[in-house]
C-alpha cells in the first residue's frame, strides 16, 4: 500500500518569508495524483494544489507552489510570502489509480510577526 | 450549490448504540469517500466509492458499513459503536480523475 510520509511535525517562518514542507511517498503505481491541504484551528479542509504524476511541470496557485520531483518521489510544498492566516496543519496526500487516498501526518505551520 | 453536506455536526453515543453519518453532495461528482481524523494525526480512508452501486473499503474499514444508492448520497453506518471510534469523520467528493476534492464540514463523534 502506499505510504505518505510528513517528517517535520512542526515548522516555523518569519512572516513575508517563503516556507517549504516536506512530503516524500511511495507507491508502486505509474499514475497518482498528489495534493495538499489546508487545515486551520476551525477544523476544515481546504484544498490547495494538485499534481499529476505525468504531469511535466511543477504544479502552481497563487502562492502556492508544488515541488514535484519524480524520481526522488517527493512533493514539497513551497509557500511565498508567508502571512499570518497561513498558520495551520498543512497535510500532503497521495491517490492512487484505484482512488485509494493516504494522507501524511501533517505539518504545523506558525508564521511570526 | 451547498458543495459537500453532512449531518449531524456533532454526536454522542453509548457503546454499542448504531447511528448513520449522512453526507450528500450536489456536484454530480461519481468519487465520494469518507474518512477520520483522530487527534495529532492526518486523514484516514475508511471506505469509498466510484458510482452508484459501488463501494470499497480504504485504510481502516472495520465496524463501519457505507452503501452508495444514488450519486449524491453516501451515508456511513456505525453498526456498534465503540470508544476507539471517537473520531472526527470528514466525507468528500471528487471527480474519478479529479485534480481535486471537496471536503464536507465534519461530524464530530463521541463514543461513552
Known amino acids: 500500500a502506499q505510504k505518505i510520509t510528513q517528517t517535520q511535525p512542526g515548522m516555523f517562518v518569519q512572516e513575508k518569508e517563503a516556507v517549504t514542507l516536506d512530503c516524500t511517498y511511495d507507491t508502486s503505481d505509474p499514475s497518482y495524483g498528489l495534493f495538499w491541504y489546508k487545515q486551520p484551528s476551525s477544523g476544515e479542509m481546504i484544498f490547495l494544489i494538485y499534481?499529476?504524476?505525468?504531469?511535466?511541470q511543477n504544479a502552481t496557485e497563487g502562492r502556492y507552489s508544488l515541488n514535484f520531483q519524480k524520481a526522488r518521489k517527493s512533493a514539497n510544498l513551497v509557500i511565498s510570502a508567508s502571512q499570518l492566516g497561513d498558520s495551520a496543519m498543512y497535510f500532503c496526500a497521495m491517490r492512487d489509480y484505484n482512488n485509494d487516498m493516504r494522507f501524511g501526518a501533517g505539518t504545523r505551520l506558525t508564521v511570526k510577526p | 450549490n451547498a458543495g459537500v453536506t453532512q449531518t449531524p455536526k456533532f454526536q454522542v453515543l453509548k457503546t454499542g448504540q448504531s447511528m448513520t453519518l449522512q453526507c450528500a453532495q450536489d456536484m454530480n461528482h461519481e468519487y465520494m469517500s469518507w474518512y477520520r481524523q483522530d487527534p495529532g494525526m492526518g486523514l484516514r480512508l475508511i471506505h469509498y466509492s466510484v458510482g452508484a452501486g459501488i463501494t470499497d473499503q480504504g485504510e481502516v474499514p472495520n465496524g463501519y458499513n457505507v452503501s452508495r444508492s444514488t450519486t449524491e448520497d453516501f451515508p456511513l453506518r456505525l453498526l456498534s459503536a465503540a470508544p476507539s471510534q471517537t473520531s472526527v469523520y470528514f466525507c468528500?467528493?471528487?471527480?474519478?480523475?479529479?485534480?481535486?476534492?471537496?471536503f464536507g464540514p465534519g461530524t464530530r463523534l463521541t463514543v461513552l
Open positions: 499534481q499529476g504524476s505525468y504531469d511535466q
Open positions: 468528500a467528493s471528487s471527480g474519478l480523475r479529479g485534480d481535486t476534492q471537496y
